[in-house]
């Protein structure tokens, strides 16, 4: 067990360490569907509860389009013994998906641990509910890194910390397994539940946006009020 320093400044918690190694995750062709939408239409389909809020945004520009099963991590403000933890058990394909509690005074971490885990372990990409530092370098390497802040402190690393729990992010619960898509629009997250049947309203998408047939139902909203009004 980690020995915290013989300082009042902090204090260790009595809570565990959580570490749910096992996700039920969704199927990889429905995944690769949900990641040829655009994001807007993710959100159409999941509707407004599944939608992160806009300041979590993308830290590198342009934009690097993520798509991929959550691994979750939930973690103290500032503390990322958690995220360095999740590095070693995330899975090809996985989206980290940190819930640093929206602190962003310090980052959670940097362009080391990200690249070891997109290049080594074949982690899609990240979220976090905070900040984290080397954007430049992430933008050179082309990893998506989706975020609150840029911070260039790196904090503690006490724990405790929970791995594959619910989690919040930008105002959404994000639950192991669930879907996470992400472009420079935005982010959006498919329940695991739900993932077939919104990658399914994906596949039956009808080619174009078709805003002739939009337009002409606003018509008839339009023509309904001015009757009303008459």
Same mark, same amino acid.
């Given at each position: ?10 204090? !260790? ?26 994001? @807007? ?21 342009? %934009? ?5 099963? %959550? /691994? ?8 990322? +013994? ?21 602190? @962003?005074?310090?980052?959670? =971490?940097? /362009? ?7 290049? +080594? ?8 509910? =905070? ?6 370098? %992430?933008?050179? %390497? ?63 998408? !009808?080619? =174009? ?5 939009? +337009? ?9 009020? +001015?009757?009303?009004?008459?």
């Amino acid at each position: 067990m980690s020995s915290f320093p013989n300082d009042r400044r902090w204090k !260790k918690p009595l809570t565990p360490f959580v570490f749910n190694r096992d996700i039920d995750r969704p199927s990889p062709a429905d995944v690769a569907t949900l990641a040829q939408a655009d994001v @807007t239409q993710i959100s159409d389909l999941v509707g407004r509860m599944y939608v992160c809020q806009p300041h979590l945004r993308s830290l590198v520009s342009p %934009a690097v389009p993520l798509c991929g099963p %959550a /691994f979750t991590v939930k973690c103290p403000p500032g503390d990322n +013994l958690g995220v360095m933890a999740a590095f070693r058990a995330i899975e090809r394909g996985d989206v980290l998906v940190v819930d640093g509690q929206g602190f @962003t005074h310090w980052c959670m =971490g940097g /362009f080391e641990l990200l690249k070891y885990a997109c290049e +080594l372990r074949g982690m899609a990409g990240l979220v976090v509910h =905070g900040a984290w530092r080397d954007v430049a370098e %992430a933008q050179a %390497a082309g990893f998506p890194v989706y975020g609150l802040a840029v911070s260039p402190y790196s904090g503690p690393k006490f724990g405790p910390a929970e791995l594959n729990v619910p989690v919040g992010c930008a105002g959404v619960i994000i639950q192991p397994g669930d879907v996470v898509c992400a472009s420079t629009e935005g982010v959006a997250v498919v329940p695991r539940g739900s993932v077939p049947q919104v990658a399914q309203a994906v596949r039956e998408r !009808k080619a =174009g946006h078709g805003i002739e047939h939009f +337009l002409d139902e606003m018509d008839e909203h339009v023509a309904a009020w +001015l009757e009303d009004g008459k």
